[in-house]
Every structure is written in C-alpha cells, then in structure tokens.
T-cell receptor
Framework: GDSVTQMEGPVTLSEEAFLTINCTYTATGYPSLFWYVQYPGEGLQLLLKATKADDKGSNKGFEATYRKETTSFHLEKGSVQVSDSAVYFCALSAGNNRLAFGKGNQVVVIP | ETGVTQSPTHLIKTRGQQVTLRCSSQSGHNTVSWYQQALGQGPQFIFQYYREEENGRGNFPPRFSGLQFPNYSSELNVNALELDDSALYLC??????????????FGQGTRLTVV
C-alpha cells in the first residue's frame, strides 16, 4: 500500500541555520504530496503541497519539490526561527483526501 | 481558524468502556475523515464519510465505527476500549466534488486516555 518514510529522529538546530527533512514515498499512480506542521497541543496545519512531478510547494519560507524519479519530497528552509519549532509530517494522498503520513520529525530551534 | 471543531478536547475512559467523539465540519464541507495519532507517531487513517456513507476504511477493527449526519458533522465511536486505543483522535473535513477534492482541514483533536 501507499506509505511515507521520514528520516529518523528529532532535528535540533540553531536559529538561522538551514533545515532539511527528508521524505520518501511509495505509491501506485501519481499521488499528491504534502507537508503538515503540528505545534504543541494543536492539530495539523497544511504547510505546503505539490500535486504533480517537478512541482515545488512553498509557504512561509519552506519549500519542497516533488521528485518522481527519486520518489522524494524533502522539506527545506534556508533560515529557521525559534517559532519554527514543531513536529513536521510528510504525507501523500491518492486523490481521495485519505492521507498516509510519515512518523513525523520533531524540530527544535535553539536561540 | 480552520472551522473544524472537535469535542471533547480530553477524556479518560476505563478499559472495556465505550466512547463517542464528535466533530463539526467546516462550513460547506461534505467529507469527514478520522485519524488516530498514537504518541510519537504519525496519524493513521481510520475511515472517511462522504454524504453520510462510509467511503473507505483503514486497518482498524469493527469496534471503531462512525456516523455522518445531514449537516455533515460526524461521530467516531469506539467500543470495548483497550489500553492501546489511547491516542489523539483527529478529524479532518474537506469538500469533494466528483474526482476533485479540496484541502483537508484538521481539528485540534480529542486526547483519549484509556486506563
């Protein structure tokens, strides 16, 4: 079935550092890909999405490019802030709004 | 403000009991999906309702059941609660028109603890 794999472990970095969170997927067909963010005590918020190969999703300084050849959708931000501390989930959907999520990565940004 | 509200926000139940969680969809949305998020894990799809009918189910036993009402609000019912049912339960609403779907908006979740 469809699945998403995120890199293991939390990510701790200093303010203004470069952030990368790896995400790879397995799916039949051509899924849409998403990054969601979850702040402490809150539900999920859509951060960005891409619906076809080579699309780049972007929002709030975050970017991710849909790479069909490597089945990847890595999240990047050039200069993180303390307010970016949260849990980030990569997800895919086959078009029916049923989302398959990765395990998530805790990001901690230190001032 | 996503417009998706869930109740209650927290509750504690005893093993073997039954629980009902509620979700009010965003205005204009006709599809509701429920997810279970265990501690430290990503959300897992439980099932989806579209126009009051179940429209897909994940790998969850029949003691997980649901309803969608004419106003598109929804309930998740879990019977014979087990300790492993302790999790954050998330509701997501969206608008489905044929093969087109809008973005799914999530509520803040209900934290269920089974003791």
């Amino acid at each position: 079935g469809d699945s998403v794999t995120q890199m293991e472990g939390p990510v701790t970095l200093s303010e203004e550092a470069f952030l990368t969170i790896n995400c790879t997927y397995t799916a039949t067909g051509y899924p849409s890909l998403f990054w969601y963010v979850q702040y402490p005590g809150e539900g999920l918020q859509l951060l960005l999405k891409a619906t076809k190969a080579d699309d780049k999703g972007s929002n709030k300084g975050f970017e991710a490019t849909y790479r069909k050849e490597t089945t990847s959708f890595h999240l990047e931000k050039g200069s993180v802030q303390v307010s970016d501390s949260a849990v980030y989930f990569c997800a895919l959907s086959a078009g029916n709004n049923r989302l398959a999520f990765g395990k998530g990565n805790q990001v901690v940004v230190i001032p | 403000e996503t417009g998706v509200t869930q109740s209650p926000t927290h509750l504690i139940k005893t093993r073997g009991q039954q629980v009902t969680l509620r979700c009010s969809s965003q205005s204009g949305h006709n599809t509701v999906s429920w997810y279970q998020q265990a501690l430290g894990q990503g959300p897992q799809f439980i099932f989806q309702y579209y126009r009051e009918e179940e429209n897909g189910r994940g790998n969850f036993p029949p003691r997980f059941s649901g309803l969608q009402f004419p106003n598109y609000s929804s309930e998740l019912n879990v019977n014979a609660l087990e300790l492993d049912d302790s999790a954050l339960y998330l509701c997501a609403s969206s608008l489905s028109r044929g093969l087109k779907n809008t973005e799914a908006f999530f509520g803040q979740g209900t934290r269920l603890t089974v003791v």
